[in-house]
């Protein structure tokens, strides 16, 4: 085909078999792998030189160029501050969908144009399609691993310059392919963890960066039952850390995050996954984007997820002010998180989305 690709290449399995399949459809394939972290890289839960050397070895078996950029200003500005911002509030944020609309599809993506390229492509399971002239953003074949979620607040442009050649494919085939034209990162596991920064003792890393402003840990009812490390480092819903596994109470069930008061830095925990104080009917979302452009019909239901994984659930949108709305669900949603984003679909297509306010 002749057109020049450059894959963003970050070492892992996806994005290797990525460029391998760009590199076998006939397209001129140049690898980019990105450096994004760059306090305490040398510690033992950043792999960003190992991550580099298996990328850089990928791209020998393949045989295309790659080189290396450091975006590591343009992340601490763009995402980073943002994401300290978010949990000072006391809200959740979720690094990884700025990453990819500020990152991996903006600086990124301005960068690989400079360099001559004519499209991008990462290893995300999505896909996206040209209809009528616009471009829509798909969920993956694979719903276990489909992304579309994370790339929820892309637009237009990023989308027309993007491809995702893992969009049908199985997980397990990828991995098979992969082993098959003899990657040497194969069975490297998938990474986890924030984005661009990796797996780390997430309290302890935050504590770096934020106060701590210890504080009650208290039932809707007002009876402290514990204390907190400061409600920076807790999200609706969480179960784990709370240090009070063992106070007796009548139910004797475990016990859950349901909200957070800032003005009296109390952090409010119940007992039982389904508790009244966990499900939500509604929600209103604030900077909305719709890929499109397009507004969603307020007449008609539409599939929704307030996290990452979690089924589609129906839900009809009322447009307030702005670029805000309401969302009221057909079934009460567990543990609608602030900061976190709502994602919208219409069947496999993904109109857009906000965040949870």
Known sequence: MGKKVVVGMSGGVD????????????YDVVGLFMKNWEDDDNSEYCSSRQDLLDA???????????EAVNFAKEYKDRVFSYFLREYQAGRTPNPDILCNSEIKFKAFLD??????????????????????????????????????????????????????????????????IAEQHGLPNHAKRDSTGICFIGERPFREFLNRYLPTQPGEMMTPEGKVVGKHQGLSFYTIGQRQGLGIGGAKEATGEPWFVAAKDMSNNRLIVVQGHDHPLLLNAGLDALELHWISGHKPDITRAYAAKTRY???????????????????????AQ?????GQSVVVYDGIICLGGGIID
């Not at 994005?15 to 006939?26: E, I």
């Not at 850089?56 to 790659?66: K, L």
């Not at 237009?156 to 969009?167: D, T």
């Open 111 to 176: 960068h690989a144009i400079g360099m001559g390229a004519d499209v991008i492509a990462t290893g995300h399971y999505a896909q996206v399609r040209e209809q009528d002239g616009l471009y829509q953003l798909l969920k993956a074949d694979d719903g276990s691993k489909d992304q579309s979620y994370f790339l929820h607040r892309l637009n237009q442009a990023q989308l027309s310059k993007s491809l995702f050649p893992l969009g049908k494919l199985l997980k397990s085939k990828v991995r098979e």
């Open 15 to 26: 994005s290797s078999v990525t460029a391998l399949l760009l590199k076998q459809q006939g």
């Open 56 to 66: 850089v070895s990928v791209a020998d078996t393949i045989g295309i160029p790659i």
């Open 334 to 338: 567990w543990a609608v998180t602030p």
């Open 309 to 331: 994984r979690q089924q589609d659930a129906s839900c009809r949108i009322a447009l307030t002010a702005g670029d805000a709305a309401h969302f009221t669900f057909d079934e």
